[in-house]
């Protein structure tokens, strides 16, 4: 049984007062029985005073890059080290923003995965196919290329802990989500590519989130697929009321 996971990235949004006002306004507003896991992605400058702000919640935090180098003259760059003094769990790596605007490769990301699991935080790893490999009949073969690409040399235990997220390059911040149908679909190819590359225990262990246009009026069917097991939420999780909303679809 894989536990729901949602999470928001704020990407280059909000103030530190802003933020602070939104993860103690999702804090209070989760249910008691909460049974979904719940992380805040907020841009590295904040990370320190949301996971003040976040306190004994149940809401992780986690950044949204790191550098794989451990220390030294990286100048504008941060540990997984400095991640995890801070109290981040987790982070994103691999986001379609990282690939397409900063040219960011599969074997870069791939270093960024050994320096985070090496440093104990939990990346989540997106892939995902820009429109015209979608029209071009590529998605699986994108897809399954990033993920080799990505995870090269991660054991099984390793891979048991990442958590992906399928985000359809297409679909992000343009309001054209994925049907459920169209997202399912990767997601049962992706884990039959883990299957593949690993084993179908593994497969079935790790959460597979999809991100592209996540509101709370569609986040329900999208999670009812039975691959689909969280979302990644870019726009909607920068208002409590709407992040609120999609944790209650995948309930
Ligand atoms: C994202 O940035 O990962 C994302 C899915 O954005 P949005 O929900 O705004 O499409």
Redesign the pocket.
């Known amino acids: 049984m894989r536990r729901p996971f949602i999470a928001g990235?704020w990407?280059m949004n909000s103030t530190r007062a802003d933020g602070i006002a939104l993860v103690q306004g999702i804090a209070s507003n989760l249910p008691a029985d909460c049974s979904v896991e719940v992380a805040v992605c907020p841009p590295s400058i904040y990370l320190d005073a949301i996971v003040s702000a976040a306190g004994d919640s149940p809401i992780g935090v986690g950044a949204q890059n790191i550098y794989f180098e451990a220390s030294g003259a990286f100048t504008g760059e941060v540990s997984a080290a400095m991640l995890k003094d801070v109290g981040c769990q987790y982070v994103i790596l691999g986001?379609s923003e990282r690939r397409h605007i900063f040219g960011e490769s599969s074997s870069l990301i791939n270093k960024k995965v050994h320096a985070a699991l090496a440093g104990g935080l939990i990346p989540i790893v997106c892939v995902g196919e820009l429109l015209e490999e979608r029209e071009s009949n590529k998605t699986a073969d994108v897809v399954a290329e990033q993920f080799y690409g990505s995870l090269a040399g991660v054991s099984a235990e390793q891979m048991e802990t990442i958590v992906l997220a399928y985000?359809p390059v297409w679909?992000?911040?343009t309001g054209k989500v994925a049907t459920p149908e169209q997202a399912e679909a990767v997601h049962a190819d992706l884990r039959k590519v883990i299957a593949t590359r690993y084993n179908s225990a593994v497969a079935d262990k790790v959460r597979i989130q999809y991100?592209?246009?996540?509101k709370p009026d569609n986040a329900a069917e999208l999670l009812s697929q039975p691959n689909i097991d969280g979302a990644?939420?870019?726009?909607?999780s920068m208002k409590a009321d709407s992040f609120l909303g999609i944790i209650a679809g995948a309930k």
């Open positions: 990235n990407k986001h985000e679909a992000i911040g991100g592209g246009s996540v990644l939420v870019g726009g909607a």
